[in-house]
């Protein structure tokens, strides 16, 4: 079993709506917790990061960690077709440890 | 700053050939990274550096090499091309300290595929 799974998707849904991207883990020394995305032919770009538990909001984006249930989210509002990428989670134990990461979701938003 | 350059973007090779893959960087970042990303698999990491003269394996380090003769460069060599080595390969640097709050600064990618 890996450390973290993320559904591959696609997703697709309309423009306007709210997506919701998950990643569980099993790893409770896991802390700190990262979303980036990745366009097409490019290298990711880090979006989100959080440490520990809580939520946290950027723009029409917010990140969740719910350590409890080793789950994290990542849910985006009015989603717009630029936001189409695939989208990685990753995270790590210890402040300078090596990331692990999802396989990322692929998004696709619909005009 | 142009970031993150990996070359050449694409390449074609046959089995038992060898190549390196370039990799540089012009924002002082002490650490630098290898890492392959295959479908369904995430991204894992091959070989990393925290300085000039400091490499370590990481996750997947069989049949690569790397060395950093220089904060700027760190290049991936494949010793002996197998069909298993076939993959997206992406460099990525970062500042030394806390890695949630110092982002991984990737390269657009080497598309390696080994016939």
């Known amino acids: 079993q890996k450390e973290v799974e993320q559904d591959p998707g696609p997703l697709s849904v309309p423009e306007g709506a709210i997506v919701s991207l998950n990643c569980t883990y099993s790893?409770?020394?896991?802390?700190?917790f990262m979303w980036y995305r990745q366009y097409s032919r490019k290298g990711p770009e880090l979006l989100m990061y959080t440490y520990s538990s809580g939520n946290k909001e950027d723009g029409r984006f917010t990140a969740q960690v719910d350590k409890s249930s080793k789950y994290i989210s990542l849910f985006i509002r009015d989603s717009q077709p630029s936001d189409s990428a695939t989208y990685l989670c990753?995270?790590?134990?210890?402040?300078?440890?090596?990331?692990?990461w999802g396989a990322g979701t692929k998004l696709i938003i619909k005009p | 700053n142009a970031g993150v350059t990996q070359t050449p973007k694409f390449q074609v090779l046959k089995t038992g050939q060898s190549m390196t893959l370039q990799c540089a960087q012009d924002m002082n970042h002490e650490y630098m990274s290898w890492y392959r990303q295959d479908p369904g698999m995430g991204l894992r990491l091959i070989h990393y550096s925290v300085g000039a003269g400091i490499t370590d394996q990481g996750e997947v380090p069989n049949g690569y090499n790397v060395s950093r003769s220089t904060t700027e460069d760190f290049p991936l060599r494949l010793l002996s091309a197998a069909p298993s080595q076939t993959s997206v390969y992406f460099c990525a640097s970062r500042p030394t300290g806390r890695t949630y709050n110092s982002p991984l600064h990737f390269g657009n990618g080497t598309r390696l595929t080994v016939t």
């Open positions: 790893n409770s020394a896991f802390q700190y």
């Open positions: 990753a995270m790590s134990a210890l402040s300078n440890y090596q990331l692990i």
